[in-house]
């Protein structure tokens, strides 16, 4: 039996990380082979090979083929702190001991720093949010219209959804609740931004 290339090996290798990186996708055997200009039996022969070796991992799917970076970012996991609980009905007092660690996936959570607080209240329950979940928040001071923000007023903290008043200068607070009314604030400060909503299926 002919030996395999281990250059084309670490081409094909390569290759996968690329478009996994891109697309979330690996590529099947016949764009490996169109990349490579190589025919897709070759290409089936090498993965084959190189499973054998340990150099991935393959179950025989279409989409089926794990390299090492590809199984080391599956398994990775941030260590995200719980950190007290925000009110979202009435602002509860932020509290800032930490209460304990969660692990998330760190694909999920992209760049940055976090922290997972769990809401109460039924504030902002149209936009899926219910009391008990656990929300994840991505530390910042600055946040842009719309979004839902850990916001800090008179040192008591509160998860909303943010907006500039410019008639009348100032910050607005929104509910995503039907029942419950916009709030208005000349200062507040920004702790983060919602990012991902944990929650139960019941």
Request: a negative charge; proline letters at 4%.
């Amino acid at each position: 039996m002919r030996s395999k290339s281990p250059e084309l090996m670490n081409k094909i290798i390569e290759f996968i990380d690329e478009r996994y990186a891109e697309t979330g996708l690996t590529p099947s055997m016949q764009q490996i082979g169109d990349y490579l200009n190589i025919g897709k039996t070759c290409v089936w022969n090498y993965i084959k090979e190189m499973q054998s070796k340990g150099m991935i991992s393959y179950d025989g799917c279409t989409y089926g083929i794990k390299t090492p970076s590809m199984m080391k970012l599956s398994t990775a996991t941030t260590n995200v702190p719980l950190v007290g609980t925000v009110a979202c009905g009435t602002p509860l007092l932020a509290e800032e001991n930490i209460e304990t660690y969660l692990p998330i996936p760190t694909r999920l959570l992209g760049k940055g720093k976090f922290f997972i607080l769990k809401a109460t209240g039924d504030s902002m329950i149209n936009a899926g949010i219910d009391s008990g979940d656990y929300v994840i928040i991505r530390k910042q001071n600055t946040a842009e219209e719309g979004q839902i923000v850990v916001a800090l007023v008179e040192d008591e903290a509160t998860l909303k959804r943010y907006y500039l008043d410019q008639d009348n200068k100032r910050v607005r607070l929104h509910p995503e609740n039907d029942e419950m009314e916009d709030m208005f604030f000349d200062n507040i400060v920004i702790q983060g931004v919602a990012v991902k909503i944990l929650k139960d299926i019941v």
